[in-house]
């Protein structure tokens, strides 16, 4: 077949498809992601000891496990028990619990660069700890994670490709599909390779702008 | 039979996975290692041609998606280049330590610009050569700096191993899918694997944290514990 034909009429038709399954995938995944983040930071430094145990074994085994795995677990191990998901509900909640893993370590290691005394300041000047959480602590805290929440970012786009394994047709998915239909897969792999560079460089475009704009002058940032 | 004697019986079958699992890290840090020096000290000291090539690598390895590295690499530029029947431990090994390499040259040169451009000046002013310099001065101090993030590799690796499954390299989560579709027993078998990974993911981390106290100078550094 000719290549241009092949290129034009079926890859790129199939791979814009596949995109946009993709694009789905991380735009649910990592707001969701980001807040679970924050909130297992929170827990885990400020919480009762409780707390902190649970937010440490989330962290922990979340990881620890590889992530397809976390799919298969919960796409062909928990129908055995009776809960049932779509692949793409499957593969969000797995991208979930996994970014929000990683996104929390970060957000933990920037709160904790916040200096003791500002806590202490602020409960004198009346403030209750939660009021201090939000006012004094997270601004500045998220501010400093933003970097490592950017690559954890960047991750998420490059292993949503997992979610094909289990049977969502995202990107790779509709990679692997026309490449096995037309037996062309170093031409088609090369494209994909293509798609996932121009959709990580747009992203690192995209955040050095929040992060441009979200800066405080004067602000310390890394 | 119950659930756990079945679990028991695959136990062999599995924990051989380990050994193939751990090779795969073994190869992505090994060859991670020997390539992502020589990349990060070429894109810093090397010409500018060297540091262009260096830096498109980089771009390339980390921008991708392993799985879709996986499959180019397995099902398009091996056969391509006639090595098409090669076993999938190699093509799986040779992609996860390219992209290592990719990786780890980022970690090392972040080490490397971080000693003081003084000591190279004061290396060369007392007769020493760059090359000399680089070895004795240089690396003895960012390869320090630089293992705390070398050793988060490490999990990183492994749980990315796993991802091999895609083109059938027989390691811990291809071995614990075959055992399921045999057994049909789903969620234990899942569940042993992962616990088997966490396990592994904890002693590497005992092992380099070891060996990180090991390599110490006292009053060199010390930012590995603060910095985190």
Do not use: H
């Not at chain 2, 398009?76 to 280049?81: A, M, R, S």
């Not at chain 2, 090994?93 to 003084?118: C, D, K, M, N, W």
């Not at chain 2, 088997?196 to 092992?207: A, D, E, H, P, V």
């Amino acid at each position: 077949m000719d290549q241009i034909v092949f290129l034009t009429e079926i890859l790129f038709p199939a791979l814009i498809g596949g995109t946009v399954i993709t694009l789905e995938l991380i735009a649910v995944t990592a707001p969701i992601g980001l807040l679970l983040g924050i909130a297992i930071a929170v827990g885990r430094t400020y919480g009762s000891w409780t707390i902190v145990e649970i937010c440490k074994g989330y962290v922990i085994f979340f990881k620890g496990c590889p992530l397809l795995l976390l799919l298969f677990i919960l796409y062909f191990g928990f129908p055995t028990i009776g809960i049932t998901f779509t692949a793409f509900t499957a593969a969000v909640i797995g991208f979930i619990c996994c970014n929000s893993a990683y996104n929390s370590e970060y957000i933990r290691g920037a709160m904790l660069s916040v200096q003791q005394g500002q806590l202490i300041a602020a409960k004198a000047l009346g403030m209750t700890k939660r009021q201090a959480i939000i006012n004094i602590v997270l601004p500045q805290a998220l501010r400093r994670a933003i970097p490592g929440i950017s690559n954890e970012f960047i991750y998420l786009i490059k292993y949503s490709s997992l979610a094909y394994v289990i049977t969502v047709i995202e990107l790779t998915g509709s990679a692997k599909q026309v490449a096995t239909k037309y037996f062309m897969y170093t031409e088609t792999f090369i494209i994909v390779a293509l798609f996932y560079l121009a959709i990580v460089t747009v992203a690192t475009i995209g955040i050095n702008a929040i992060e441009k704009r979200v800066a405080i002058p004067g602000f310390v940032q890394k | 039979m119950s659930t756990e004697s079945i679990i028991l019986d695959w136990l062999p079958y599995l924990s051989e996975g380990i050994a193939v699992t751990l090779g795969l890290v073994a190869c992505s840090l090994g060859i991670g290692l020997i390539m992502g020096l020589p990349m990060a000290l070429g894109q810093i000291y090397g010409s500018r041609p060297v540091q262009i090539i260096v830096g498109t690598y980089v771009w390339f390895f980390r921008g991708l998606p392993v799985l879709v590295l996986l499959f180019l690499f397995y099902f398009g530029i091996f056969p391509g280049i006639g090595l098409g029947g090669i076993p999938a431990f190699i093509v799986g090994g040779t992609v996860l330590g390219l992209r290592g390499a990719a990786y780890q040259s980022q970690i090392f040169r972040g080490a490397i610009q971080s000693i003081s451009e003084g000591q190279m000046t004061a290396a060369r002013s007392l007769g020493m050569s760059r090359f000399t310099a680089i070895k004795s001065i240089i690396l003895p101090q960012a390869m320090r700096i630089a293992l705390p993030g070398w050793s988060n590799e490490y999990p990183e690796m492994l749980t990315e191993s796993s991802v091999c499954y895609a083109i059938g390299v027989a390691e811990l989560l291809t071995r614990s899918s075959q055992i399921v579709s045999q057994t049909y027993i789903t969620l234990p078998i899942y569940i042993v694997c992962a616990l088997i990974f966490i396990l592994l993911n904890y002693i590497g981390m005992k092992g380099l944290t070891i060996l990180e106290k090991k390599l110490k100078i006292p009053g060199f550094g010390g930012g590995g514990e603060g910095a985190l």
